[in-house]
């Protein structure tokens, strides 16, 4: 198995506005931080809220001054597109943050380009467009035009939501609570190709990312701890000199423990793989624009519609 040949930590950014500010741990936002000091590589990607457009989009930066430690960002942005269309800007290799289904591609541009890059992905479940996002300040009530900025994630562990609008105000809703939940597990908003996507994970990034789902972390840790795998020699050495510089803390874990705190996402990777048939369905079902425009309305369609999915996930389950 492809876990095999990895090496399985968790740990934290010694740094603690970094780890506050990260989504879990900043092992990620420090790996960036500290790649970008060395000279390896002089380009790293961001990602910057529009509040005129009220999204994120992806931003080349040159310094760590202007990373935007943000957390995790729970929408879907095309990054190989972007890195295509900014391939003449890319200066000294490139660090790249992304889902596991986007670094195959993005290893290979960047290799035909003879560009240099450093892979950061994550555990992903799934992506959720925009208008997901849109979705739910509906259903919580604020108009996009108020909002000035928002995050998904990040400030503290595991934290949640956070919105400001334009007078001032912050509304802060619980990490993976109602009505969000509701929103993701529709999935009227999931892209395409994450129905049927089967990596949890990427092993061939050069380091990938998770939360610690584990009880010991959720019961005594409020700041963040980052569960990581090393997948590259590469990633290997740099996670070395920045143990020795003292810019993290880390201890050995193992693919027993990633599995007991992501296993809710690998079961259901796998589970799509057994479940071709019902897959294709939701994927055509959750395409069609019209049952998507009523069942989108408001909360309470919504509701019915997971009433209509869980019936027809019996029904094929009978096949």
Request: aromatic share 14%.
């Amino acid at each position: 198995m492809k876990e095999k040949d990895c090496f399985f930590y968790i740990g934290y950014s010694i740094d603690k506005s970094i780890r506050y500010k990260a989504a879990s741990g900043g092992i990620g936002s420090i790996f960036i931080k500290y790649l970008l000091s060395t000279g390896l590589y002089g380009t790293a990607i961001t990602f910057n809220f529009n509040k005129d457009k009220c999204l994120y989009e992806p931003q080349l930066i040159y310094d760590y001054e202007n990373y935007n430690n943000c957390g995790s960002i729970y929408q879907d942005i095309n990054i190989i597109e972007f890195i295509k269309n900014n391939l003449n800007n890319i200066q000294k290799g490139i660090i790249i943050t992304c889902m596991p289904c986007q670094v195959r591609a993005i290893r290979k541009l960047l290799s035909k380009n003879n560009i240099s890059s450093f892979i950061i992905s994550f555990c992903c479940s799934g992506q959720t467009t925009v208008e997901g996002t849109w979705c739910y300040y509906k259903a919580i009530k604020i108009k996009k035009e108020l909002i000035v900025n928002m995050q998904y994630r990040g400030n503290g562990w595991p934290s949640g939501i956070q919105i400001q609008l334009q007078d001032g105000t912050i509304i802060k809703k619980s990490n993976y609570s109602y009505p969000w939940t509701l929103i993701y597990q529709s999935m009227l908003f999931k892209p395409k190709r994450c129905f049927k996507c089967v990596e949890d994970i990427s092993y061939i990034s050069d380091i990938s990312l998770a939360d610690p789902w584990l009880e010991e972390y959720k019961r005594l840790d409020n700041i963040g701890h980052t569960m990581f795998i090393i997948n590259t020699e590469k990633g290997e050495n740099i996670l070395e000199e920045m143990s020795n510089k003292d810019l993290i803390h880390i201890k050995r874990s193992s693919y027993q423990e990633y599995y007991l705190a992501n296993g809710h996402t690998i079961q259901a990777k796998k589970e799509r793989q057994n479940n071709k048939e019902y897959i294709q369905f939701l994927i055509n079902l959750c395409s069609n624009s019209l049952y998507k425009k009523v069942f989108t309305y408001n909360t309470y369609t919504l509701k019915v519609h997971m009433f209509l999915i869980r019936i027809f996930h019996k029904l094929y389950n009978k096949k």
